[in-house]
């Protein structure tokens, strides 16, 4: 994959698009290639259009992030202001049922209550939340089907 990378930056490419470009690599490999990446983005002169599996990666070194499922797409947005507008409020289940249906977009039950994804904006006055990581949102958006 470095090699294939090289050799599309020998040909000073402005724009990169890579499928799953860390996919099989060890961490440390993929570590450097996410860091050749940046750097080819450093000047703002040059673009990468990514498509992956690994989120951790996405969230690392992405300035958007689209969310494609199913032929549609369900968020497209800047990685910041997506990560900062998601929380993850923690209930228990009969606080859950009293939220608007509308302001749920996921919500996973366990034995000692709800995790339940929303936007930050509608979270109940003093709630218990915590931010939500790219991977939580991207599942909970696709798992639920919103």
Not at 27 to 35: F, I, T
Not at 117 to 145: C, D, F, T
Request: net charge negative; aromatic share 4%.
């Amino acid at each position: 994959m470095k090699l294939n990378l090289a050799l599309a930056m020998s040909h000073h490419a402005r724009l990169l698009i890579l499928d799953e470009p860390a996919s099989g690599l060890d961490p440390v490999v993929r570590e450097g290639l996410l860091e050749l990446l940046e750097d080819f983005v450093g000047d703002e002169e040059h673009g990468v259009l990514v498509s992956s599996h690994i989120i951790s990666d996405l969230e690392k070194v992405s300035d958007y992030v689209a969310l494609l499922h199913r032929g549609e797409m369900l968020l497209f947005e800047e990685k910041d202001a997506l990560l900062e507008s998601f929380a993850l409020l923690k209930c228990g289940a009969g606080e859950a049922e009293k939220l608007p249906p509308e302001s749920v977009i996921g919500m996973r039950e366990g034995t000692f209550g709800a995790e339940i994804l929303m936007r930050r904006e509608n979270l109940p006055k003093g709630a218990v939340w915590e931010p939500a990581s790219l991977e939580q949102i991207l599942i909970y958006h696709v798992k639920e089907g919103k």
